[in-house]
């Protein structure tokens, strides 16, 4: 320690107490940027999962509304046939 010869113990008791802090405030920032990043990795790691679940529902979700069209066309074309078949089995008007 460098201590000066005109220090009283206060002011010698007063200059430790700060380099106890300023190592405590290193330590507690160096603690704290590890926290920082532990969480940043989590939360980047939470996000990657996210957007894969989302990724995966939109397919699923094109893939429900390829089918549903598929079914609609279907129906529509079903529909078709019953309306010419009904049109086919009326009896014509009779010519005079």
């Known amino acids: 320690m460098n201590r000066d010869p005109g220090d009283s113990a206060l002011d010698q008791a007063v200059k430790r107490l700060d380099r106890a ?24 790691a939470e996000l990657d999962d996210s957007r894969a679940r989302e990724k995966a529902l939109e397919a699923a979700g094109a893939e429900a509304s390829a089918a549903l069209g598929r079914a609609i066309a279907e129906i529509q074309a079903a529909l078709e046939q019953g309306a010419d078949a009904a049109t086919e089995d009326e009896p014509v008007g009779e010519e005079a």
């Open 21 to 44: 802090i300023a190592q405590l405030e290193q330590r507690l920032s160096k603690a704290d940027g590890g926290l920082f990043g532990e969480d940043r990795a989590r939360l980047a």
